[in-house]
């Protein structure tokens, strides 16, 4: 579990906000502090920020060994990285096929430090987090761009033990990142001639539930790409694409909807610090631009819809499990459907028109009486 209490100075209070805070600590896993290398343990850690221009680096560390402060004086008092945990992590990844076939994928899941995370500033003066990892730097691979299923990447490699699958960076500073894998995993990374390979810091690889592993691979800070495996023949080009994306159907009597998951807030953020989560999300840079109303009059903590653009709808929806920021593909009166099936079938055809989406695995959401909520995975 990411940490919950945080120790921080009123500086970064102030210039994170509420909702920022709330990001930065579903980013942070309180493992080993970075200053003396030692375990951190049940104690709230404190949060050190290091500002280099627009760029700052936020990290966890003991109370005794430094205290809580926002570092803008050009000076970074720990070499960054050296006692920082990195988690990687094989695992299959179920994927749907053109044809509508599902087949298994291999997946290696990094998150580069549990105990870091960078931040940036926005041009409205915000800091949001962002991935630093070596992919983003070596442009390799950007946020929310597709990935095609044995089309490798270049600069990156994939070697394959009997019991472990790494994934190597081929040019300075070369690094590794290695996970155990079972006979299962490394014949698919033979079968396919690589892995696929995903670096994110919303997730802990070593604990997570399969629900965040859909929303961390649609999370904007996502990295992902092919890894070729080193010495396998010119894989074949496999027919999948990955889309990364999940899709909700929501209904209920009253009114069905369905469109893409755009991202995932904690539940205990208010409707107001979920709302400016969600215009970061949308518009970055231009806080105040969207106008909110409920979906249904009278419920204001239900769900939210953001009107900016006309063609670009929004519907900001809280579950026992947290925020929903979902982009409308399509909406119609509840009578369009009367059962789940109803449902799933209106919600694959809107899709595939609207969206070109199809071929979707449909799983249970959180529900409540009269109304339901399905995840498309696509
Ligand atoms: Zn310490």
């Not at 995370?117 to 597709?146: H, K, M």
């Not at 919303?202 to 495996?229: C, I």
């Not at 519907?315 to 099936?341: F, I, K, S, Y």
């Amino acid at each position: 579990m990411a940490v919950t209490t945080l120790l921080v100075c009123e500086t970064t209070r102030q210039r994170l906000g509420d909702s920022g805070l709330g990001e930065l600590a579903a980013c942070l896993w309180p493992v080993v502090c970075q200053s003396c290398g030692r375990l951190l343990g049940d104690e709230p850690p404190t949060v050190v920020i290091d500002e280099l221009n627009l760029v700052a680096m936020a990290s966890l560390h003991h109370l005794s060994c430094r205290l809580p402060g926002w570092n803008d004086s050009l000076i970074v008092m720990v070499g960054s990285g050296q006692y920082t945990t990195f988690v990687a992590r094989m695992v299959l990844l179920p994927l749907v096929a053109t044809d509508g076939s599902t087949e298994t994928c291999p997946l290696m899941l990094i998150n580069p430090g549990l105990e870091c995370v960078q931040l940036q500033r926005g041009r409205d003066g915000t800091w949001q987090v962002r991935n630093s990892d070596w992919l983003a730097r070596g442009e390799l691979a950007r946020p929310g761009r597709p990935v095609r299923i044995g089309v490798p990447a270049d600069g990156v490699i994939a070697r394959a033990t009997d019991t472990s699958v790494a994934v190597v960076h081929q040019v300075p500073p070369f690094t590794v990142y290695e996970a155990p894998a079972d006979e299962l995993l490394i014949d698919r990374v033979r079968t396919l001639g690589g892995v696929l390979v995903a670096v994110t810091p919303t997730l802990n690889p070593g604990d997570f539930a399969v629900s965040e592993l859909h929303a961390a691979l649609a999370h904007p800070s996502t990295l992902a790409l092919w890894a070729g495996l080193h010495g396998a023949h010119r894989p074949r080009r496999r027919r999948f694409r990955l889309r990364k994306e999940v899709c909700v159907l929501h209904w209920s009597s009253e009114q069905i909807s369905v469109g893409r998951l755009v991202g995932q807030a904690p539940g205990r953020l208010s409707a107001g610090r979920a709302r400016a989560w969600a215009e970061r999300v949308i518009s970055p840079g231009e806080v105040g631009s969207l106008t909110w109303q409920p979906v249904r009059e009278g419920r204001p903590d239900e769900a939210w819809r953001a009107r900016g653009s006309p063609a670009h709808e929004h519907v900001l929806r809280r579950h026992p499990a947290g925020w929903n920021l979902v982009l409308v593909c399509g909406q119609a009166a509840g009578t369009r459907a009367e059962t789940d099936n109803e449902a799933k079938a209106w919600a694959a055809e809107t899709l595939q028109l609207q969206a070109g989406i199809s071929g979707l695995t449909w799983m249970p959401g959180p529900s409540m009486p009269g109304m339901f909520t399905w995840y498309g995975i696509a």
